[in-house]
């Protein structure tokens, strides 16, 4: 099952995947393909993300969401930071439809040093058919 949590989770791992070079051009299309629309789902997440923040977050003088400089969003009451936290949770847990596995084969790594690692592979597992 894809989520956004899912995608935001496996971006490193996935990111590696593209900088190998694989011995057959439909593959690379095929996960160019994909990041594009992995890119298009994260760009959905991080505008649902500002709303809810805008949402509860704590307003600085002139409306705007207060945000330390590391990161954290401040709130005025835990009210809104527990509110906060639900729907960001909901958010990050909804599943995602619309993507297809692309099939690795190991035949296709021009070079086996560029086989990923078990455990790249068993993340990444809701995108690519290991075969």
Known sequence: MITYNYLLQTMAQFNKLLTINFSSFKLSRNLMLLKK?????????????????????KKD??????????????????ENKDA????????????????EKVSIF?????????????????VLEELINWE
């Open 37 to 57: 629309k992995i890119d298009s789902e994260l760009a959905i997440y991080i505008e649902l993300e500002k709303k809810v923040i805008d949402k509860y977050a």
């Open 61 to 78: 003088e002139n409306g705007n969401a207060v945000i330390s400089a590391d990161g954290i969003v401040e709130f005025d009451n835990d």
């Open 84 to 99: 906060y936290i639900k729907e960001v949770t909901e958010l990050k847990n909804t599943t995602l439809d619309g993507f």
């Open 106 to 122: 190991e035949d296709n790594f021009k070079d086996k040093k560029d086989i990923p690692a078990p455990s790249d592979m068993l």
